[in-house]
């Protein structure tokens, strides 16, 4: 199993940016794709982007799609989303995952680990 810490949340106004991180602890994810996933109050949780284990393909929600880039850096273990151009309609919590293979297009269901999230909010 491995352990997921996220971090980089927090309040910040429509049009800003932040960097959230994704700290994996217990075993290597390098092999692994890695997602991150948002869930807004009253909401189910949606899909944002997925990274396949190399770095070479990504994936993204059409919401977020040329705001948000998804990144890896194996060799510390972690996984970063940069947002840019944040709305009003991207306050949620998000959580980082890691799936059991390694394609940037797994399914929702391989993702079996999971963080306790980081809050963003955007203020409008």
């Known amino acids: 199993q491995v352990q997921l810490v996220e971090s980089g949340g927090g309040l910040v106004q429509a049009g800003g940016s932040v960097r959230l991180s994704c700290a994996a602890s217990?075993?290597?994810?390098?092999?692994?794709?890695m997602g991150w996933f948002r869930q807004a109050p009253g909401k189910e949780r949606e899909f944002v982007a997925t990274?396949?284990?190399?770095?070479?393909?990504?994936v993204y929600a059409n919401s977020v799609k040329g705001r948000f880039t998804i990144s890896r850096d194996s060799a510390l273990n972690t996984v970063y989303l940069q947002m840019n151009s944040l709305k009003a309609e991207d306050t949620a919590r998000y959580y980082c995952a890691r799936s059991a293979s390694g394609g940037a297009t797994d399914p929702l269901w391989r993702f079996v680990d999971w963080g306790q999230g980081t809050q963003v909010t955007v203020s409008s």
């Open positions: 990274i396949d284990w190399s770095g070479d393909d990504t």
């Open positions: 217990g075993r290597t994810i390098s092999i692994y794709a």
